[in-house]
Each structure stands twice: as structure tokens, then as C-alpha cells.
């Protein structure tokens, strides 16, 4: 058992993804991995707090050690037809910061769209589209957004392996 879950997760998750994901197949029932968190969640010693039910768990750092680009690790339970659990995990941000993100990038993305439409009129009816300048502004806009997740990302990137770390302890006991 010990084995198959150090084969089946990576030990490192590439910096490149933007939120790393992992599956892994285990010989537990979903009621007894549920407890297996719940357990290990109640301990005093932890490095990351959390909540499971029967198809859903999370993981996070507690508010006193926790900053702006802390990762969460949020698992799907599954079970399947052999009598044990399929387990998917998916490493993000918190959802305050996905969405943050989220609503710049559509924000620069209407916008662009915006300047290209009117733009683009100007220029079929023969007048200055100045409006088009914008643009390489915007797509530099864009990249210094995308270049300041991708920072935060490195620096959760020490919690990521510690939350796995605990994780994988927690499927271990």
C-alpha cells in the first residue's frame, strides 16, 4: 500500500501547472478514509487544518501561518466498484485569489475587445483608430498579471510539498 501511493503521487509538482492535480487509487472505503482525515485533522500537532465529508475534502494552512498566496488542496472522493476509493486532488489557490485573477483577466479581456471592435470601425470607415495603441498595453497588462501569479505560485510552491507531505502521512497511518 505504502508503495503504490509513493509511485502513483508525485513527489515534486512542476512549477508550470497552473493548479497541480494528482489521482491516486486506494485500498480504503470512502467512510474509512473520511475518518482517516477526520482523525488526523483533530490532532494538535498539524500543519494544516481542514474538513472532510463522504465525497469532499480540504486542506489549508492555518490563519496564523497562512499568506496572500497560501495554496489550498481540495480532494474528490470517489468510490469505486472494487470496494476502495478513488482519490483526485487538485492544488490551488484560494478561491478569494482565483477569483481575483479570474476577474482581472476578463476585465483586460473586454476591454481588449472593446479597442479591437472600435478599432477595427475606425479603420473601415477611414478615420484614425488611435484606439489600437492600447492594446500592446493591454497584452503588456495581461503578461505582468499572468508573471505575478506565476511568482505567487513559487511562493507556495514550499507549502504545496508540505501540505502533500501531511496528506500523504495521513494515507500512510
Same mark, same amino acid.
Given at each position: ?22 489521482? @491516486? ?26 474538513? &472532510? ?42 478561491? &478569494?485569489?482565483?477569483? @481575483? ?7 483586460? &479581456? ?6 479591437? @471592435? ?24 495581461? &503578461? ?30
Amino acid at each position: 500500500m505504502v508503495d503504490e501511493v509513493y509511485e502513483e503521487v508525485p513527489e515534486e509538482f512542476s512549477i508550470g501547472q497552473v493548479r497541480p492535480r494528482f489521482k @491516486m487509487d486506494l485500498n480504503y472505503s470512502p467512510e474509512a478514509l473520511v475518518k482517516k482525515f477526520t482523525v488526523a485533522l483533530s490532532e494538535d500537532n498539524k500543519p494544516c487544518q481542514g474538513q &472532510a465529508n463522504e465525497t469532499y475534502a480540504t486542506l489549508y494552512f492555518p490563519r496564523d501561518k497562512r499568506h496572500y498566496w497560501s495554496p489550498q488542496l481540495t480532494l474528490m472522493i470517489e468510490g469505486n466498484e472494487e470496494d476502495g476509493t478513488h482519490l483526485r486532488g487538485l492544488y490551488g489557490p484560494r478561491p &478569494a485569489v482565483w477569483t @481575483m485573477f479570474v476577474f482581472f483577466y476578463s476585465i483586460l &479581456a473586454v476591454i481588449t475587445l472593446f479597442c479591437v @471592435m472600435i478599432g477595427g470601425s475606425q479603420l473601415m470607415l477611414g478615420k484614425s483608430s488611435w484606439v489600437l495603441w492600447l492594446i500592446p498595453f493591454l497584452v503588456i497588462l495581461f &503578461a505582468s498579471l499572468y508573471y505575478v501569479a506565476h511568482l505567487g505560485k513559487k511562493k507556495g510552491k514550499p507549502e504545496i510539498e508540505v501540505m502533500h507531505q501531511f496528506l500523504l502521512k495521513i494515507l500512510i497511518e
